[in-house]
């Protein structure tokens, strides 16, 4: 049998059998708590996310959060709606925040929203920093 039919089959295999092969992990960033909601007019709010940036090492990373939001106007109409924001950790540091400025009504303004849930879908993360400078 030759070298490469014996790799070829080797491989074959170690999918048959489910293993998986460890692929080096990047840079991680998790929430430190659940999003905070904070109202700033009737239907404007600030949503902030606490970032735990430990697992980005002393490169820093940038990435960005999607999230879902749920909201209801008083008359009971409910929406959801999917956005996403930025953020940086520093190198060296071990924390940031991330803050949406965002607006939830059907009529311009005048209702009183209320932000019913905040879910975070997924957090993405690029290790290092670059300077625009």
Not at 11 to 23: C, R
Not at 27 to 40: C, G, H, I, Y
Not at 96 to 123: C, M, N, P, W
């Amino acid at each position: 049998m030759d070298r490469r039919r014996t790799i070829s089959l080797f491989f074959v295999a170690l999918v048959a059998s489910g293993a998986s092969l460890a692929l080096p992990s990047g840079p991680e960033a998790s929430l430190t708590q659940a999003p905070l909601v904070m109202r700033v007019d009737k239907d404007e709010f600030r949503i902030a996310f606490g970032i735990d940036g430990q697992g980005c090492g002393q490169n820093g990373c940038t990435g960005s959060i999607h999230y879902r939001v749920e909201w209801k106007t008083p008359q009971g109409a409910k929406r959801s709606e999917i956005k996403q924001v930025g953020y940086t950790v520093s190198p060296l540091a071990s924390r940031t925040i991330a803050v949406d400025r965002q607006y939830f009504d059907t009529a311009e303004g005048a209702h009183t929203t209320e932000v019913l849930k905040v879910s975070v879908d997924r957090i993405t993360c690029r290790g290092g920093i670059t300077s625009a400078n």
